[in-house]
């Protein structure tokens, strides 16, 4: 996918809505539209790459972004524990293909919810 066709990019470009949680110069978060885990927010470099892999090969700042923003909203959104993965490659899940972030959990702070 192009980046002009990126749902991901057009979020980041604020051109269709999404719940955003939390933003950073480099990065944008918002709540995952089809969550697998009561808490489950969603963390992208506001640049496209289309995987993990090419975003830390090219970016580095962007990188650090994203995981500085994840970092705050876990202490943020998470009660005690919280996971923290990228999905690279349709193989491992990947349905996007923009770099991004899914923070979990089971146990939300309640106000998170």
Same mark, same amino acid.
């Given at each position: 996918?192009?980046?002009?066709?990126?749902?991901?990019?057009?979020?980041?470009? @604020?051109? !269709?809505?999404? @719940?955003?949680?939390?933003?950073?110069?480099?990065?944008?978060?918002?709540?995952?539209?089809?969550?697998?885990?009561?808490? #489950? !927010?969603?963390?992208?470099? @506001?640049? &496209?790459?289309?995987?993990?892999?090419?975003? =830390?090969?090219?970016?580095? @700042?962007?990188?650090?972004?994203?995981?500085?923003? /994840?970092?705050?909203? /876990?202490?943020? &959104?998470?009660?005690?524990?919280?996971?923290?993965?990228?999905?690279?490659?349709?193989? /491992?899940?990947?349905?996007?293909? #923009? /770099? #991004?972030? &899914?923070? =979990?959990?089971? =146990?939300?702070?309640?106000?998170?919810?």
């Amino acid at each position: 996918m192009t980046e002009n066709g990126c749902i991901f990019c057009r979020i980041a470009r @604020k051109e !269709i809505p999404a @719940k955003l949680v939390g933003e950073n110069d480099l990065a944008l978060a918002f709540w995952d539209v089809s969550p697998r885990q009561p808490l #489950h !927010i969603l963390v992208i470099p @506001k640049l &496209h790459y289309a995987n993990v892999a090419e975003l =830390t090969l090219n970016d580095e @700042k962007s990188l650090v972004s994203v995981m500085k923003l /994840a970092s705050e909203l /876990a202490l943020e &959104h998470a009660e005690e524990s919280f996971r923290f993965s990228f999905n690279t490659g349709a193989g /491992a899940g990947q349905t996007v293909f #923009h /770099a #991004h972030a &899914h923070l =979990t959990s089971q =146990t939300p702070r309640s106000e998170s919810a």
